[in-house]
């Protein structure tokens, strides 16, 4: 079983940047598929981007297409989600998942998330 600490979150500025840090526990950190959900007040956990477990896939959805990108670290058992020209509507609380092995971009088929980590955009 694999632990996830999000961090980064915090206030900024629309336009600004941020970039979002989620530490995983164990050895087996390569053998995951990681991804970003996010959930704004009053609305479901959004699929924000996936990727696989040697970097060699990645999905974004479009909402966020040419501003953020996901990346990961296997020795440093990391993922990051670089999030850049932030807007007002993604001001939400984002999660860190873990699926075992398989690439899915769908958040009932990731058993481990993180405790979260808020991102506040004012306007």
């Known amino acids: 079983q694999v632990q996830l600490v999000e961090s980064g979150g915090g206030l900024v500025q629309a336009g600004g940047s941020l970039r979002l840090s989620c530490a995983a526990s164990g050895h087996t950190f390569s053998t995951y598929t990681m991804a970003w959900f996010r959930q704004a007040p009053g609305k479901e956990h959004e699929f924000v981007a996936a990727?696989?477990?040697?970097?060699?896939?990645?999905s974004v959805v479009d909402s966020v297409k040419g501003r953020f990108t996901i990346s990961r670290d296997n020795a440093k058992n990391t993922v990051y989600l670089q999030m850049n020209s932030l807007k007002p509507e993604d001001a939400a609380d984002y999660y860190c998942a873990a699926a075992n092995y398989y690439y899915y971009t769908t958040q009932a088929m990731y058993p481990y998330w993180g405790q979260g980590t808020q991102v506040t955009v004012s306007s």
């Open positions: 990727i696989s477990r040697d970097s060699g896939r990645t």
